[in-house]
């Protein structure tokens, strides 16, 4: 098929698009075949399989869905849900993965007419979020499927200029990336030397500590409630300005991926928890999913769900705390806890009840000192992410309508 220069398509002309199965509850395993969901499509592009709990049995899978599987390189849309529209690209680290019925996946249906980094760029670009919008059905529950995608368009410039926009968009991509290793990389180090001090019990002179009624001394367990407040400040219905909110959806495992800007009257009514520089936000829906953050430098106003607990530390450092209510341990703890089938959650009280083994003020202390620089790295690398997104969200429009040439 010869393709005019900037003439629109059917999208079913040039894209293969293919929707999950719907699978049940009585599917679900422990373990066998991941299947993605929306919560796993993160707002800036990218896949977070760590935190996933969904999973049907191998023989299931080889029997009966097969054809579902995600194959490298395919992009992947949600399709329901209040995060429609999320766009994720699949990595060989992904994988082995298939699809649920709140997800599609895409890819070019010829790659010698439709180049696969275009088709990624149009999939996130307001032309199709649009065209999303004007399809999407449902209240409570917003979704499109296959055929509304059916009555879609796409717009496509010659290959060549395919290639040139595909490959100015994926320098950003892949800056970005990059810096998500790196914040990945910087907190894993943190990550270790915790385990290393306070799981395999390594920490400074630990060989001339002794151990006094089966306990360390100069160390002792304590309440949570001891060591942070938990959910301390609420933000007044009088306040009349803008805030920047942090909803459920776009806290990931360790990371805030975007934030919304209301003015406060508009915002959604669970707008209302207060966070400040050092906090720790934990969701309090299915916690096996880890979806917290530490909050670092925040910007002014910054607020979040009251789906989320909220710790401020009294008594020991951020850098401390966070790790130690990320433990697996600690999100056992917490996953032993909740409660409600349908959406199993915690609640403040099951924080403040958890029991910490609390080490000497000078070992805290040093450790702090090694590891609260790497919290500034993060934020600032996080940072920079922020401005590679804002310029890439800015110019992608540009580059796909041609008003910029490339």
Known sequence: MK????HPYKLSEVVFFQEGPGLRSYQWSAEGMKVINVTNIITDGSIDISNTDKYITMTEFDSRYSHFAIEENDIVVASSGNTYGKVGRIRSEHLPLMMNTSVIRFHSANRAVLHEDYLYAFLRSPDFQSQIEAFVTGGAQPNFGPSHLKQMTITLPSFDEQQRVAKTLSAYDDLIENNNRRITLLEESARLLYQEWFVRLRFPGYEHTRI????????????????ADVNRATMSSSFDGDIEYVDISSVVTGQITETTTYAFRDAPSRARRIVQHGDIIWSCVRPNRR??????????NLISS???AVLTPISVPTSFLYFATTTDAFVGYLTNHARGAAYP????SDFERAELLIPPKVILNSFNDFVEPTFSQINNVSI???????????LLPKLMSGEIAV
């Not at 393709?3 to 900037?6: F, S, V």
């Not at 920079?384 to 800015?394: C, E, F, P, V, Y």
């Open 212 to 227: 006094v009624d089966g306990v360390l001394e100069g160390w002792e367990k304590k309440a949570l409630s001891k060591l």
């Open 384 to 394: 920079q992410n922020q401005k590679l997104k804002a310029a890439r969200d800015l």
């Open 306 to 308: 009251t789906g989320f």
């Open 3 to 6: 393709l005019c220069e900037r």
């Open 291 to 300: 979806s917290y953050a530490v909050i670092w430098n925040p910007i002014p």
């Open 345 to 348: 959650a915690v609640v403040a």
